[in-house]
């Protein structure tokens, strides 16, 4: 009775603690809404969320629990202002309580100006009940006051599918289990497939919660989800993340700044000789057997295409029991594919491939259709599509620097040329570290490795996500600041990232060389010389796109203001206010 009495008193003193775990949307490179936790005393015997549920299950209080936590949670969702939906847990088995109030969480809602719209009630089956009209009149009941719907913890048990069947909610979450090492367990993987194309077939938004790691959420992203939850990104918090993680904002930045093969499926072309739709399948097997190399066929319809003929499926067709007898003299329409890839002449070649391996059907895998403002003109071979992609990923792999990953020259270059042309205004960074040779000759190339990786890690940190990051080489890096142009964004970024980076370098140096303020080592004309810690010099340009005509003029511009912020005691943001390399210098500012 002492732990009952424990529970009756944190709920009726209301002491507990919402915590929150953010749910991102990759495919908006933002938060999507927050999960609320709970927490009881952290020195009660009922800190434990599941010892906690568990004995209000236990003594009959799981109602006045809830009640309470969902009170909680909203008040507190609002005191930190965190945007998005709010998704709270909500056992079914509540209402089988009697007494469970209705309305209370509208009211909840309404003494802190808060929306039922933006809230998801997560029907969780934790405690399963055997009941799918109380499940429906609990739906029926958040449903007509607003709310959306989630089913928590799919694919844990049985009571869950039923959930999704009974309730056809708004949003499912898959179980962590499912999740776990999902890219090494060929089972888990076509489980969350299925789950993913009947949430599409109900129009039911799926979230993988549980995500620990790189992997998982890499052959998740692989399978088209963009709705995500679990420790690799956030833990639940009391103050909650706000921001993408740098997992995501890397993401991001390899969305918005894709490797574009510059090919067209046009240079895939191969013309082959297509089929009517009213052609006999028997006239069409015969023509197979001829020509034993042909496995793919279109068929079309006034020139344009409207399926392709498989080889194996045809074939096989034909080898059953009263198949040739059942579909000889059936049209070829009727036994043909009907969901063939056909993509235009201008298709890039990325494009293309995403499109080729979204297929289910492994056997559509030998051939699509090309067209030109959708009339046939030919097919393309998969395998010459993936031989070209391939190459072309090679090229990309020789244009990226090895230590961090990050677009070479030849991109920023490529970037750069782009945005003058477009006319469209950007702000060009280039970072460089001070007294980095000295630190190499003293502390050694492998910790001159940890130091570039730390710069490029907090660039990709504060750099927005819409934003071009390139390494050009040793210590040099450049970002193009696009984002709110006007608003001069990239000075809060490039003081963040300065900041953290003097936070970080005193880590990287032995005690003697700290209390010092540097270290002694030989210059580049032999002599030994005193160098002080590492520090980070950025130029910073903003060039007359009427004046510069070329990433050279770039490239001259920002070499200079790079210079001029070395020159700078310590960490330092050096801004040239020249236009072009040919303007005189009117003003500059050191940030």
């Known amino acids: 009775m002492q732990l009952k009495s424990t529970l009756v008193n944190i709920i009726q003193r209301q002491q507990l603690t919402a915590f929150f775990q953010p749910i991102y949307a990759t495919n908006a490179n933002d938060v999507y809404g927050y999960e609320a936790l709970i927490r009881g005393p952290s020195d009660s015997p009922l800190h434990n969320p599941q010892a906690l549920f568990d004995a209000a299950f236990e003594f009959g209080l799981l109602s006045e629990l809830e009640l309470v936590c969902r009170r909680i949670s909203i008040a507190r969702f609002v005191a930190l202002a965190l945007k ?14 009697e007494d469970h109030p209705q309305g209370a969480t509208l009211s909840y809602l309404a003494e802190h100006d808060l929306q039922p719209e933006q809230v ?3 029907l969780s089956e934790k405690y399963p009940i055997e009941s799918p009209e109380l499940l429906q009149r609990a739906l029926m009941h958040y449903r007509d006051l607003g709310f959306q719907i989630a089913v928590d ?3 844990a048990g049985y009571a869950g599918l039923k ?32 789950i993913i194309s009947l949430g599409r077939s109900i129009n039911a938004q799926v979230i993988a919660e549980g995500i620990e790691t790189v992997e998982e959420f890499e052959q998740l992203q692989e399978f088209g989800m963009n709705l995500y939850q679990g420790f690799l990104f956030a833990r639940p918090e009391p103050f909650p993340a706000v921001d993408l993680p740098a997992i995501l904002r890397s993401y991001a930045r390899a969305q918005n700044f894709p490797v574009h093969f510059e090919q067209m499926a046009s240079s895939l072309l191969q013309f ?22 042909v496995h793919s066929i279109p068929v079309i319809d006034n020139d344009k295409p409207i399926g392709m003929i498989l080889r194996d499926n045809l074939l096989e067709l034909f080898s059953t029991p009263f198949g040739r007898a059942l579909n000889e003299r059936k049209p070829i329409s009727e036994t043909m594919t009907k969901t063939p890839v056909i993509v235009e002449a201008n298709t890039q070649l990325d494009e293309v491939a995403q499109l080729v391996t979204s297929e289910h059907d492994e056997k559509l895998l030998w051939h699509f259709i090309i067209t030109d403002k959708g009339r046939y003109i030919g097919i393309g071979s998969v395998r010459d599509l993936l031989r070209q992609v ?19 020259n030849v991109p920023i270059y490529q970037e750069v040329d782009s945005l003058i042309f477009q006319q469209k205004n950007f702000h060009f960074a280039y970072f460089d570290l001070n007294n980095f040779k000295p630190f190499n000759d003293i502390y050694g190339y492998a910790k001159g490795d940890q130091i570039i990786q730390l710069v490029a890690g907090l660039i990709k940190k504060y750099a927005p996500s819409q934003d071009f990051v390139g390494h050009i080489g040793g210590d040099d890096f450049v970002v193009i600041f696009k984002e709110d142009y006007q608003k001069e964004n990239w000075k809060k970024s490039c003081e963040k990232i300065i900041s953290e980076f003097d936070q970080h370098i005193e880590h990287f140096y032995d005690d003697a060389h700290l209390k010092a303020g540097g270290i002694e080592a030989k210059s580049r004309t032999g002599e030994w010389q005193f160098f002080s810690l590492l520090s980070l010099a950025i130029g910073v340009v903003s060039p007359d796109l009427h004046l510069c005509h070329s990433h050279h003029d770039i490239a001259e511009l ?14 330092a943001i050096f801004v040239c206010r020249r236009g072009s390399p040919s303007c005189c210098k009117v003003t500059e500012e050191v940030a």
């Not at 297509?274 to 020509?291: I, M, S």
């Not at 391939?390 to 070479?408: E, F, I, V, W």
């Not at 920002?558 to 960490?571: C, V």
Request: charged fraction near 25%.
């Open 272 to 293: 082959m000789q297509p089929r009517h739709g009213n052609e006999l399948t028997k006239e069409v097997v015969e023509f197979l057997y001829k020509h034993p190399k």
């Open 84 to 97: 998005g939906k709010l998704f709270l847990n909500v056992s079914p088995m509540v209402f089988l309580q």
């Open 153 to 155: 913890d799919l694919g």
């Open 120 to 122: 998801v009630i997560e």
């Open 390 to 408: 391939t190459q072309q990923q090679l090229q990309h792999a020789r244009y990226a620097n090895p230590l961090s990953m990050l677009p070479g």
């Open 558 to 571: 920002a070499s200079d203001a790079k210079k001029q912020a070395k020159k700078l005691q310590g960490s």
């Open 163 to 194: 959930l999704w069947s009974e309730v056809n909610p708004n949003f499912v979450k898959i179980d962590r289990y499912f999740i776990n090492q999902c890219h090494q367990d060929p089972i888990k993987r076509e489980f969350i497939k299925s």
